[in-house]
T-cell receptor
Framework: QKEVEQDPGPLSVPEGAIVSLNCTYS??????FMWYRQYSRKGPELLMY????GNKEDGRFTAQVDKSSKYISLFIRDSQPSDSATYLC???????????FGKGTSLLVTP | DAGVTQSPTHLIKTRGQHVTLRCSPI?????VSWYQQVLGQGPQFIFQ???????GRGNFPDRFSARQFPNYSSELNVNALLLGDSALYLC????????????FGPGTRLTVL
């Protein structure tokens, strides 16, 4: 079993929909949680960074971490076609150390 | 400010050859990490360097090696290339602070024939 599980999708939604992306993990030592967005054949771009449990909001994006369930989520409100990309969750036990990534979820937002 | 830069962008090699990939971190960042991303998968950690010292190594064979230079740039070397080494190689840099995050470059796409 991989330490980080993420449904690869693809996930297709109409423009304006609320998107929910999720990851589960098995290593209880993970404390730092990130979401990256990756466009085709490009490097990952950091979207959200959260330490420990709780919620964090940035514009249309909200990240949630539930350490008791070992479950993290990313919500995208008012989704746009430009949000079409692969979304990668990543986590680590120690700040600045090796990141453990999920497989990524492919999202398509249709006009 | 310029982001993380990597060179070359694309590379085609044949089995058994050697390859060197280069990375320049964001100005002020002292830590560099290397990841391998095979098509359809998330990035896998290969190495991390901080202040020219190896700080971590992932589950990769000894054919993979890296180093960091005094200006904090880094090289990833892969010997005796295999077909399975075909991937996007990503470099990420970060500050050495307690809440640092890793910022990725565009990657080098390596194809082994």
């Amino acid at each position: 079993q991989k330490e980080v599980e993420q449904d690869p999708g693809p996930l297709s939604v109409p423009e304006g929909a609320i998107v929910s992306l999720n990851c589960t993990y098995s290593n209880s030592a993970f404390q730092y949680f990130m979401w990256y967005r990756q466009y085709s054949r490009k490097g990952p771009e950091l979207l959200m960074y959260t330490y420990s449990s709780g919620n964090k909001e940035d514009g249309r994006f909200t990240a949630q971490v539930d350490k008791s369930s070992k479950y993290i989520s990313l919500f995208i409100r008012d989704s746009q076609p430009s949000d079409s990309a692969t979304y990668l969750c990543a986590m680590s036990a120690n700040s600045g150390y090796a990141l453990n990534f999920g497989k990524g979820t492919s999202l398509l937002v249709t006009p | 400010d310029a982001g993380v830069t990597q060179s070359p962008t694309h590379l085609i090699k044949t089995r058994g050859q050697h390859v060197t990939l280069r990375c320049s971190p964001i100005s002020g960042h002292k830590s560099v990490s290397w990841y391998q991303q095979v098509l359809g998968q998330g990035p896998q950690f290969i190495f991390q360097y901080y202040e020219k010292e190896e700080r971590g190594r992932g589950n990769f064979p000894d054919r993979f090696s890296a180093r960091q230079f005094p200006n904090y740039s880094s090289e990833l070397n892969v010997n005796a290339l295999l077909l399975g080494d075909s991937a996007l190689y990503l470099c990420a840099s970060s500050l050495p602070s307690s809440t640092d995050t890793q910022y990725f470059g565009p990657g080098t796409r390596l194809t082994v024939l």
